[in-house]
């Protein structure tokens, strides 16, 4: 037996788990010499710490039959260790029996030290396999190309001292599994069953006479247990244990050990066992882009590393794009590595799988590709057609025993990145793909219809899971959307971002929308306007007033041209364009328009319409702006009473009016009316749109307002400090309403004699103010004037 082959059979005597039997075998693999922790470190790719630790719990499990070790320290006890082996190597006179040979059929298997990732997995098979008082069936569950095979394969290799009986290795694929166990036991053990008995009775022959010690059956890839397995199962006697690989699930009656994909660590860690260190060093982040787009699968993995090997010269970066081009296709991973023992490259591997779903299966496969690569709602309970929904529930089952698809939660599911360019290959091959497409585009717009311009905490709850798969569409699908569907998967997702002040995540999907809805419609087309307007009011949102207005302008001309001035759309419009000049302080530009769009709106509309009461709504804020506050608080309250009677009270809209009429209660001091309407906002804007919402600083910077208003100066400023916070956290530093709670709280500061404390934050006030409205809107004034009062009075 040779030195290594020896320390192997240690290993398993001494029950060392693989993390502790790989610094072991490193550090001792010289017979006459130790390597020391640093080189096991380095060889092994961790760290010194960690071999320190493994090599302590081995020297403990060694210490029985190695005594000198309690007596040692680190260094030595690795150097007693080493004598106390080579003195039992070499026949000393405390050594035991050399164990008698073990019989097996083992397939070859890579070097334990490259395989990686699977430490637990590999205990968790012993630990399964060593509880049965019966036989101990377990079948190791997963889709293809996890690393099944090897898992079984490296179980067998070491742990193999564990079975004295032997370890028989089965293909499920061969030839009949009863003639392999035949095979296995007349060549191993040179025992014969008589010619004329039946199988069965052959096989008890087997059984009964079988070599002492505990036995290991692997029955490898079975895709029908009750063929390929049951029939062929030893008798009750708990020495003798049962492994399957399998790509199916079976039911829970039989103990099963699903194997994912690696962690990504692991799949680091495998790459570099391929490829030279230094050249993964040098694209480290490329590489984990690799494994990231690999989906962490062993089998690509391990050929795109052999291929890796092969060209030396090829950057990751390069082979990443030829990847993400070719996909399944590229020479990397489309056949198998002669180096390798598997057969199959990826897509061949996936084809195994494939072939076993029946036509309805393939078909539900191929549409589930078009989702994202994120989780996959499928509510198959809500489908109204109960035939349908059979279908669905019988293709998801099929597709999920194969474990082509995996469930995350109830309704809930999710592809593999690899599976999914398998099945998007495949559904490419149908005749009728374009139309397969274009109904799941179609399905898609549907719920982008649904997201509203300001969404509230139920709207985000229920519509997140479909974001992504818009976002695939808009992305990737555009082509199959409709002209009179263009648009809404854009505006959808920007309206979803924007609702929660998310506008850095919006404002690209909006500028896409007027980009792609400019290149297919042209320049004269309503949803043009569309989308001018609802980009101007993401930059009027974030403070970019000089480049929202020209679009809005835009817009305006556009609609007019288009439809005429008497249309609701160009009441939109107008209206848009009066607030902006409101934003912006041009008062006297903007009345005339928000009049013109409240008419017009009355006109086409009636007096009991949403769009009325918000024209009624926005002109009675221009009028409270220029201190017109009779005419203000009357259509205020009229607003106010029309959205609670078209929307109810449990409505943002109605935390707008709310806010507005308790802003002009406390510009007229009337605070004691006040202080109620600013709470309910405030807590309507909490409930209905979160914690994390630019409106709901607002209500804070408000309500933080009226409390210094009344003197109440502790119970504002933890406000104003809140509300500062999550202005900044939303809008960014350089926004006018940081710079408005920036203001509030130098007021404060002011007000409480903590001068230091308040000029920078007016100086920052005042410059946030000049670089986004300008010097002369009536916002930078009024913060220059209280800069000014605060120098005067400090």
Known sequence: ????????????????????????????????????????????????????????????????????????????????????????????????????????????????????????????????????????????????????????????????????????????????????ILRFFELKFKLIAPDDWELADRLRYCWKNWQEGEVLLVFDNVTDYKKQVQPYLPPESPRFKVLLTTRQEFDRTLAQLPLGVLKPLAAMKLLKSLVDRERLKSESWVARRICKFLGYLPLALELVGRYLDTMPDLSLEKLLKRLQKKRLEHEAVAKANPLMRYEYGVAEAFALSWEQLDENAQKKGCGLSLFALADIPLPVEAIENDEQQEVWEKAIADLLELHLLQRQSKGIYKLHPLIRQFFQMKLDELSNADEVKTTFVAQMVEVAKRIPQQPNREDIFNLTSAIPHIAEVATHLSQYLSDEDLIWPFTGLGWFYQGQGLYQQAKPWLRQCVKIAENR???????????????????????????????????????????????????????????????????????????????????????????????????????????????????????????????????????????????????????????????????????????????????????????????????????????????????????????????????????????????????????????????????????RGNYARFLREA
């Open 1 to 180: 037996m040779e030195w290594r082959d020896f320390l192997e059979q240690e290993a398993a005597i001494h029950d060392l788990f693989l993390e502790e039997k790989a610094p072991f075998v490193e550090r001792l693999k010289t017979e006459k010499s130790s390597n020391s922790e640093a080189k096991v470190a380095s060889e092994l790719n961790i760290g010194v710490g960690t071999v320190k630790k493994h090599m302590t719990k081995v020297y403990d499990k060694f210490a029985q039959s190695c005594p000198e070790l309690a007596t040692s320290n680190s260094r030595g006890k690795a150097k007693k260790l080493q004598a106390c082996l080579r003195a039992k190597y070499n026949g000393g006179q405390d050594v035991r029996p050399i164990i008698k040979e073990i019989h097996h059929n083992i397939p070859p298997a890579v070097p334990f030290e490259k395989f990686v990732g699977r430490e637990a997995e590999l205990q968790n098979l012993h630990s399964s396999l060593q509880t049965s008082w019966q036989v101990a069936i377990v079948a190791v569950a997963g889709m293809g190309g996890v690393g099944k095979t090897q898992l079984a394969t490296q179980y067998a290799k070491q742990h193999l001292q564990n079975y004295q009986g032997g370890v028989c290795w089965l293909s499920a694929q061969g030839i009949d599994v009863g003639i392999q």
């Open 521 to 783: 419609l042209g320049l004269e087309h309503p949803d043009i306007a569309t989308s001018l307007n609802n980009l101007a009011a993401l930059y009027k949102s974030t403070g970019r007033y000089s480049e929202a207005e020209p679009l809005y302008q835009q817009a305006l001309e556009l609609t007019k041209r288009l439809l005429g001035n008497n249309h609701p759309i160009f009441a939109t419009s107008l209206n848009n364009l009066a607030e902006l000049y409101r934003y912006t302080g041009r008062y006297s530009e903007a009345e005339p328009l928000y009049q013109q769009a409240l008419k017009l709106r009355q006109r086409l509309l009636g007096d009991n319409h949403p769009d009325v009461a918000n024209s009624l709504s926005n002109l009675a804020l221009l009028y409270d702006f220029t201190k017109r506050y009779s005419e203000a608080e009357l259509l205020f309250q009229q607003a106010l009473e029309l959205k609670k009677h078209l929307l109810g009270d449990n409505h943002s809209d109605i935390a707008i009016n709310l806010n507005n009429l308790a802003a002009l209660y406390k510009s007229t001091g009337r605070y004691s009316e006040a202080e109620p309407l600013f709470e309910q906002a405030l807590e309507l804007r909490q409930r209905l749109l979160g914690d994390n919402h630019p409106d709901v600083a607002s209500s804070l910077n408000n309500l933080a307002s009226l409390y210094c208003s009344t003197r109440r100066f502790n119970e504002g400023e933890p406000l104003f400090m809140q509300a500062l916070e999550l202005q900044k956290r939303l809008l960014g530093d350089n926004h006018p309403d940081v710079a408005t709670s920036l203001n509030n709280l130098a007021g404060l500061y002011c007000s409480t004699r903590r001068f230091n404390e308040g000029e920078p934050l007016f100086q920052q006030a005042l410059a946030i103010c000049e670089r986004t409205l300008g010097v002369g809107h009536p916002d930078t004034i009024t913060v």
